[in-house]
Each structure stands twice: as C-alpha cells, then as structure tokens.
C-alpha cells in the first residue's frame, strides 16, 4: 500500500483558501487519491478522490501533480466549521474492491 | 439522506465482559468496513465484507474479535473476552458497488475497564 505523508498541522484564516499538501510518491498507477475529514471525532466524511486529472466540486478541489507523487487539496473560502482533521489516502480502483489507509492526517484550525 | 447507524453509540463495560456493536449499512450498499480508532493508533481498518462474504480481517485479533454479517442490513463486531486495551472508538462504514467513496456511521467509543 502507497504511504502518504501529510503535515501535522495547519491554520489558516477564515474566508481564505486552505491548501493541505500531501506526498505520496509510492502510488501505485491504479490508486486513486481519495481525501477525507474527520470533526470533532465524528466518523470521517468523504470530501473529494481523484486519479490524475484535477478535480472539484461543492466542498474542494484537488490538484494531482503531473508525476502523481503529490496532492493538494484546496478549501477555497475556509469557515470555522471547515476546522476537522484531513486525511489524504490512497485506494485502489476507487471503487468498492479497494481500501482505504489512514495516516495521521493533518489538523486544520480556521480562525476567525 | 440516507446514513449508517451504529449502536449502541456509548458503551462502558468491565474486562472480561462480552461486546456487540452493530452497524446498519445504507440500504442497498454491499460493501462494510469496521474501523477502531485510537489516538496511538489512529484509524485502522479491522475488517471489510462484500455481499455479506468476509473479504479481508487481517487487521482484526482474531483470538478475541468476531465480525459477521447475518443479513444484508446488519454487521456485527463482537470482542469476547474485552480488555481494556480494547478501549477506542470503532466506526462502521459502507459502500455501495457503483459507489467510489465510503460513508461512514457516528461510531462506537467502546471503554473498557
């Protein structure tokens, strides 16, 4: 399994951008970049995955480098309740026939 | 919206005692994961099933965890005899087959004393 290394932590000011990093240069050509977030110890929710190509919708964006050995994740307007724990994990196939591999994730405080 | 359950949410026990969580995956998802979570650990996946089959467990012990699923709507872990090094919060999620993310239940904090 593809081992990803994030920062332990991160701020960043509401109403900004929130750009979380993530390296994981042992991907494997049939993993996914998957990214969660956990809050306050609820179960983790499911933000944004992506295989190559750049990707958005409501919540983010994620942006793939070209080599695929990184990601970044892009909160474009940070709210307070935006502050969770964020894990970037890979998952092959990105379907059911994978599984998901948690690190420890990088803690985002947003504040006001 | 559809959600995972989980109960019971908060359960408090003495070693030795037998454990059953339970998680009802969204209806129609065939696919369930049980996760514990601990803050030396972090998130580990226990085990996960596909139409109701075991697929991997090899991160459950297996001397004192049991997982199964009896019918489609029901997943159960059970830890016979608990210790307290089993003290954490254990989350069920599901996946449906077409489906490319996992949605997980509230959880689980399991304490054992």
């Known amino acids: 399994d593809a081992k990803t290394t994030q920062p332990t932590s991160m701020d960043c000011a509401e109403g900004r951008a929130a750009n979380l990093p993530c390296n994981h240069s042992t991907i494997s050509g049939n993993e996914y970049v998957y990214w969660y977030r956990q809050i306050h110890s609820q179960g983790p929710q499911y933000i944004i995955h992506?295989?190559?190509n750049n990707e958005t919708n409501e919540m983010a964006s994620l942006i793939i480098t070209e080599d695929r050995k990184s990601s970044t994740l892009i909160l474009p307007h940070a709210t307070l309740r935006d502050t969770a724990v964020y894990y970037c994990?890979?998952?092959?196939?990105?379907?059911?026939?994978?599984?998901?591999?948690f690190g420890q994730g990088t803690i985002l405080t947003v504040h006001p | 919206d559809a959600r995972v359950t989980q109960t019971p949410r908060h359960k408090v026990t003495e070693m030795g005692q037998e454990v059953t969580m339970r998680c009802q995956p969204i209806l129609g998802h065939n696919t369930v994961f049980w996760y514990r979570q601990t803050m030396m650990q972090g998130l580990e996946l226990l085990a996960y099933f596909r139409n109701r089959a075991p697929l991997d467990d090899s991160g459950m012990p297996k001397d004192r965890f049991s997982a199964e699923m009896p019918d489609a709507t029901l997943a159960t872990l059970k830890i016979q005899p608990s210790e307290p090094r089993d003290s954490a919060v254990y989350f069920c999620?599901?996946?449906?087959?077409?489906?490319?993310?996992?949605?997980f239940g509230p959880g689980t904090r399991l304490t054992v004393t």
């Open positions: 992506g295989l190559k």
């Open positions: 999620a599901s996946q449906g087959q077409a489906s490319r993310r996992e949605y």
């Open positions: 994990t890979p998952k092959a196939g990105g379907t059911s026939y994978g599984k998901l591999t």
